[in-house]
C-alpha cells in the first residue's frame, strides 16, 4: 500500500491529536496520506489502496456512504464503544499499520441495501445502505400498517411501529435491539424484522439476496392517512404516505473491508458480548 485515506469522526477525535499521529506514523514509513476532511465536496482522489476510518461503527457507515461514487478498501481504527465494523484499538494502531503496508491482511465484500422510494407522482428517490433501511412512523405515536411484497407478491400486512429490512453486517444493530438474529456479515441474504409488533407470534424473516422486498404504506386506522419515514444507516432520506411504497434490494454495490485479525465473526461476537 502507498496512499490511504484518513476519515475522521471529529467528535470521537476533537483536537485531530490520533488522525494526526496515524498520519505522522504512515509518512514516517514512506506513505501517502490524504485527509478527507481536506477534501473538496465529492472530490475522492481515485487510485486510494485504503481509508482509515477513525471513530466507531456510526463513522463507519458514514464513511461507506460518503464514498460510495469511489469505494475504497476500508479499516477502521475504534474511538467508538462496541465496534463491529471498527477492528483495530488505538493501543494496536502502530502495529496494524506496518501489517498493512507490508500486505498482511485479507479482504472481505460485504453486501449493501438499494432503496428506491416510489411517490404518488411518479418520481423515485433512491438511496443506499451497509447496515439497514428502517421504516417507521413520522407523527403521532399510533401504530402503522404496513404491506410487505416479496418478488411482487402479497406477504403480510404488519400492524407494528415499523419494520427494518437489513443486511448481514446490519444484524448486530438496530435489527439486533429489536429482536433480530446475528448473522455472520460474510453471508448473502436479506432479513425483514419488525418494530415492536402488536402479536405475539411475529418474527424476523430471512429472504435470498437476490430477493426483492416492497413495502407499500396503505390507510391506516379508520382510513387515515399514515406517513412514514425511511431511514439509509439512521439518516432520513425519505418520506412516504399512503399509497406510496419502498422497494428494497441487494444493490450493486458493494463495501470491501480488510480484515487483520484472526478472530471469527463467532470469537468477536463472544468478546463484545462479555465485555
Known amino acids: ?3 490511504f485515506l484518513i476519515y475522521t469522526n471529529q467528535m470521537k ?3 485531530y491529536q490520533i488522525t494526526g499521529e496515524v498520519k505522522r506514523l504512515l509518512e514516517e514509513k514512506g506513505q501517502q496520506v490524504t485527509l478527507f476532511s481536506e477534501l473538496k465536496s465529492g472530490e475522492i482522489p481515485v487510485h486510494m489502496d485504503a481509508m482509515l476510518v477513525l471513530g466507531g461503527d456510526g463513522t463507519v457507515l458514514q464513511a461507506v456512504r460518503e464514498t460510495k461514487t469511489e469505494p475504497i478498501p476500508l479499516i477502521g481504527i475504534n ?4 465496534g463491529f465494523l471498527a ?3 488505538p493501543a494496536g494502531i502502530e502495529e496494524a499499520l506496518d501489517r498493512l503496508i507490508a500486505g498482511d491482511y ?8 438499494q432503496g428506491q422510494a416510489v411517490f404518488a407522482d411518479g418520481s423515485v428517490r433512491e438511496g443506499f445502505a451497509l447496515n439497514d433501511i428502517v421504516i417507521t412512523r413520522n407523527g403521532p405515536l399510533q401504530m402503522l400498517k404496513l404491506n410487505i411484497y416479496v418478488n411482487g407478491r402479497f406477504l403480510h400486512q404488519y400492524q407494528a411501529d415499523g419494520v427494518i429490512v437489513t443486511t448481514p453486517t446490519g444484524s448486530t444493530g438496530y435489527s439486533l435491539s429489536a429482536g433480530g438474529p446475528l448473522i455472520a456479515p460474510g453471508a448473502k441474504l436479506l432479513m425483514l424484522t419488525p ?8 418474527r424476523s424473516i430471512i429472504f435470498s439476496s437476490e430477493d426483492v422486498i416492497e ?7 379508520d382510513g387515515q392517512m399514515q406517513r412514514v419515514s425511511a431511514s439509509f444507516d439512521g ?5 412516504i404516505t399512503t399509497g406510496e411504497r419502498i422497494r428494497i434490494r441487494k444493490s450493486e454495490q458493494c463495501a470491501e473491508f480488510i480484515l487483520m485479525n484472526q478472530e471469527s465473526f463467532l470469537d468477536v461476537l463472544n468478546r463484545k458480548m462479555s465485555e
Open 235 to 239: 439518516v432520513t432520506s425519505a418520506y
Open 13 to 15: 477525535d476533537k483536537e
Open 215 to 221: 413495502i407499500e404504506i396503505p390507510e391506516g386506522r
Open 87 to 89: 477492528q483495530i484499538e
Open 79 to 82: 474511538l467508538g464503544t462496541l
Open 106 to 113: 485479507t479482504r472481505e465484500e460485504r453486501m449493501m441495501l
Open 195 to 202: 418494530i415492536c409488533p402488536h402479536t405475539l407470534n411475529q
Open 1 to 3: 500500500m502507498k496512499h
